[in-house]
């Protein structure tokens, strides 16, 4: 008997074509989602950066310090410049460290004023000086612009000039645009050569990036205690108060704009190219332990420029100022007395 078989091929049942219309759904689900989740994401990164407004928690701040020596404020078209001054002689021009304010120079002010006639100046983005000119380009020139225009506001032709990180640098490239307006020249841990910052520093040259994590950890008291502990080796200088001092004009937008604006704006390359040709008589003065503007950094500043000498300070951060206020002083006071 022959018996035929016939062999189908693999049928569709309604099942299977229900099944892959089911797993087609799904996979159109989870792109739209996707989709949206991405947009939503990118929608709240940039409100972040660009719409969110932390508030300004700082401004109800009563400074103990400002109280007692005496806040001055010099009015001029591009700033309302915040300033200190004490003693007579020969002026003495302190910028307060960058991101900082002048209680920076605290330990300073009342030693060099014994001496010398001492001003303490935030500049454009610092402490307590109010920006007027809103085309202020956060750039070189422009910091160096801000340091002539207090100067001439309060009647200095010329002076000693000093600063701390960012400010070392400003001091230095306004000492190498206007060398008839500055007799001495110190440099403390500072932001001078063309190399590349720490990283949570560089990361906020990326737009987006710098203003989001500028606005969401730039105002917290917590963050800006653990900041000033990583600038000091004796950590038990940064008291409640320094903390609160420093915390609190740190707090208002202007200043937090000018983080990011400074970090992307400042060119440390031409000051780095004009240190051959820089003919003010320097001190350079580092803390060996300096975690944010390494040590070596001061070395390469003092073999640059003709006329300096190095001062390197074993167990001091970065802003040696307050670290090592003695030896500091000192050091400073010492060079100051010098003739040019």
């Known amino acids: 008997m022959h018996v035929s078989h016939t062999i189908d091929g693999p049928a569709t049942t309604g099942t299977a074509r229900e099944g892959t219309h089911a797993s087609g759904g799904i996979r159109r ?38 109280r007692a020596e005496g806040s001055r404020f010099a009015d001029t078209p591009l700033a309302r410049f915040h300033y200190l001054r004490a003693g007579s002689g020969s002026p003495v021009v302190l910028l307060s460290p960058g991101g900082a304010s ?25 402490g307590y000086t109010r920006l007027k ?48 307006r500055v007799s001495r020249l110190a440099l403390l841990d500072a932001t001078a050569l063309h190399v590349k910052d720490t990283w949570s520093w560089e990361i906020l040259k990326y737009p987006v990036i710098g203003e989001l994590l500028t606005n969401l950890t730039g105002t917290g008291k917590a963050t800006y205690r653990g900041w000033i502990a990583h600038t000091l080796v004796h950590r038990e200088r940064a008291t409640a108060q320094l903390v609160d001092e420093l915390w609190a004009p740190a707090t208002f937008r202007d200043n937090l ?23 003010t008589p320097t001190l350079v ?18 073999a640059l420029l003709p006329d300096a000498r190095v001062q390197i300070l074993d167990r001091c951060g970065h802003a040696v100022q307050l670290d090592c206020p003695e030896p500091v002083n000192r050091l400073l006071l010492d060079f100051l007395r010098e003739t040019a």
């Open 29 to 66: 689900w989870v792109g739209r989602t996707a989709a949206v989740v991405a947009a939503l994401t990118v929608a709240a990164v940039l409100y972040g950066a660009y719409g969110y407004q932390p508030a300004e928690a700082g401004r109800g701040h009563t400074s103990p310090y400002l």
């Open 102 to 126: 002048v209680i920076g120079w605290k330990e300073q002010l009342g030693v060099l004023a014994r001496a010398h006639t001492v001003y303490v100046v935030d500049l454009p983005g610092q």
């Open 133 to 180: 000119d809103r085309r202020f380009r956060w750039d070189l020139p422009a910091m160096t612009g801000a340091i002539a225009s207090f100067m001439d506001a309060v009647g200095v032709r010329r002076a000693a000039l000093a600063g701390n990180s960012w400010s070392g640098g400003w001091a230095l490239a306004f000492a190498q645009r206007h060398p008839d």
């Open 257 to 279: 704009r000018a983080t990011y604006e400074l970090e992307r704006g400042l060119n440390w390359a031409e000051t780095e190219e004009a240190m051959p040709s820089t003919r």
């Open 285 to 302: 003065l580092w803390g060996e332990q300096d975690k944010i503007v390494p040590v070596w950094q001061a070395r390469r500043i003092g």
